[in-house]
């Protein structure tokens, strides 16, 4: 298998602040991958840099071509669909606006239709509230509207941050069985960054530990599961 | 009470000439938050453009649209030019920036065409509209036109992609970055729109006060005044201030003794505190709920 993701000695400066400190990590083509870590060692800043979105040296490939030089609205055309931390829905918006939104750089109007109808196959309470201003959806909604508005670029790679934030435990089930199905049967490859990293093992099939800006620990999801003192001492369960 | 009518009528033709300049600075606030002092200036140099249009001898809507795509390039060349490289600065600056833009465009204007007042054509006529004493023909102009731009707006704003494209850049800018907006370009083509309105708004009303550079000193007073009377972040809200603000002004000015010409301008500005004081978010405008 050929590195869809390929990051090499990356760091990432907020300020005068490194957050990262040589960084290097790569992803296939069609695997879901997680990076776990605690709070503050950098998970977001990583995603952030991957779509040029704060200051960084090192190399990041995609497919082969590079992404530290592109605009952020560029590295979105390429196909990387990126899911912020908070959703960033567009409140004002209504949800189907915001699902048409997400295929802005698509210009195929027959296929966004029937896809905003496959998003609402997906989700069907979207489907319900398809008029309804975002902003008024509750908090699994939102999180619902945003991985629906990220598929609506029809992406090969998504990165999602913490898609289990501030969600009920049944919620975050039922998210997490629709990533794994987008990954499976959308052929979309997956970065997931979670604090909940039980749940984000279950589910990956590769993972990297992450801790104040470095990676510490890389391998087959079930081995880091599997492995008590790495458990113990990163993941905390 | 025919005195009544008449000055509501007149009130809601000077008020479509808030609405298109409160409309204006909405389009900018909405854009970068915050208020373009510069917005009256712009519209008054576009003005004085068309007038000079005129004078080489176009046909009135000719010289009317090659105004419009002037004034819309010559919005988004300011963003680029003076305001892109400001946009992180502190607030200070931009007001600054603003007030420069001010002095520059007038004293430029003065310069170009002097300070003398100028007649300006309408192309409406001035006879009374559809026979009535009521409103004259050019005040009815006024007003269509205000209502065509708004119907315009509103379709462009919630049909076409770009109109999205820029309601998103509006809402929430790093995720309309994250699905591919560029909000750069979305903020030039605000201040664009945002000027190309403003120059309606000169062309409309300067028959009316006469053109010369000071001309829409007032004129801005008042389009603030229907914009955070509107609330700000609503371009519908815009409209109806600028009517309200209108039909306000010349009722006062009729009716309350002692105001007259004179006073009509601070009942704009005791206007402005009021609703500050009163309804800060203005009577359509959202009110701006963050967590943190």
Not at chain 2, 10 to 15: K, L, M, Q, S
Not at chain 2, 133 to 139: G, K, N, V, W
Not at chain 2, 261 to 270: D, F, G, M, Q, T
Request: net charge neutral; with cysteine.
């Amino acid at each position: 298998m050929t590195a869809l993701l390929n990051v090499k000695d990356l760091r990432a400066y907020y300020g005068q602040v490194q957050a990262l400190h040589s960084l290097s990590f790569s992803l296939n083509e069609g695997s879901l991958t997680t990076l776990l870590g605690a709070n503050g060692a950098g998970k977001t800043t990583t995603l952030r840099a991957i779509c040029n979105m704060v200051r960084t040296t090192g190399t990041i490939e995609f497919d082969g071509r590079p992404l530290t030089s592109r605009s952020t609205e560029n590295i979105v055309s390429l196909g990387i669909a990126h899911v912020p931390q908070g959703r960033g829905t567009f409140t004002t918006l209504t949800v189907e606006e915001n699902l048409q939104l997400g295929a802005y750089t698509r210009n195929d109007k027959a296929t966004i239709a029937s896809d905003i109808e496959r998003m609402y196959a997906y989700f069907p309470k979207l489907k319900e509230r398809h008029t309804q201003q975002a902003g008024t959806l509750s908090g699994g909604e939102q999180q619902m509207l945003a991985v629906a508005r990220a598929l609506m670029l029809r992406p090969r790679l998504m990165l999602l941050d913490e898609p289990s934030f501030g969600l009920a435990p049944l919620i975050v089930r039922d998210l997490f069985k629709i990533l794994g199905q987008i990954n499976r049967e959308e052929k979309v490859s997956l970065l997931v960054v979670e604090q909940n990293a039980q749940l984000a093992l279950e589910l990956a099939d590769q993972a990297y530990v992450i801790e104040t800006g470095r990676i510490v620990m890389a391998g087959g999801a079930k081995e880091i599961s599997n492995d008590e003192n790495v458990r113990k001492s990163y993941l905390g369960y | 009470m025919e005195l009544f009518t008449n000055q509501v009528l007149a009130g809601i033709a000077t008020g479509a000439i808030y609405a298109c300049m409160a409309l204006a600075v909405v389009m900018i606030y909405q854009a970068i938050d915050h208020l373009n002092f510069a917005q009256g200036e712009m519209a008054m140099f576009s003005t004085f453009v068309s007038w000079q249009l005129l004078q080489w001898g176009l046909p009135y809507w000719a010289a009317f649209l090659l105004t419009l795509a002037f004034s819309f390039a010559g919005g988004i060349a300011i963003e680029r030019i003076l305001f892109k490289p400001l946009a992180k600065a502190p607030i200070l600056t931009q007001v600054a920036g603003f007030i420069a833009l001010f002095s520059i465009i007038n004293s430029c204007a003065g310069l170009i065409w002097d300070f003398t007042i100028k007649q300006y054509p309408t192309p409406f006529g001035s006879a009374p509209f559809l026979g009535s004493q009521l409103i004259s023909t050019h005040q009815a102009g006024m007003i269509g036109i205000t209502v065509l731009l708004l119907i315009g707006l509103y379709v462009f704003f919630q049909y076409t992609r770009v109109g999205l494209a820029m309601r998103a850049a509006a809402s929430v800018p790093e995720s309309a970055r994250l699905v591919g907006i560029n909000t750069s370009w979305m903020i030039a083509l605000g201040w664009g729109m945002a000027a190309a309105i403003g120059s309606i708004a000169g062309m409309l009303i300067a028959p009316v006060v006469f053109l010369e550079p000071n001309m829409m000193g007032g004129v801005l007073i008042y389009g603030f005044a229907a914009a955070v009377l509107g609330g700000l972040t609503s371009p519908f809200g815009a409209v109806v201030g600028g009517f309200l603000v209108g039909i306000f002004e010349n009722l006062a000015g009729t009716y309350i003794p002692g105001v007259g010409n004179e006073l009509k301008l601070p009942i704009a500005l005791a206007l402005i505190i009021t609703v500050l004081v009163v309804k800060p978010a203005g009577l359509f405008g959202r009110h701006i709920v963050k967590r943190v």
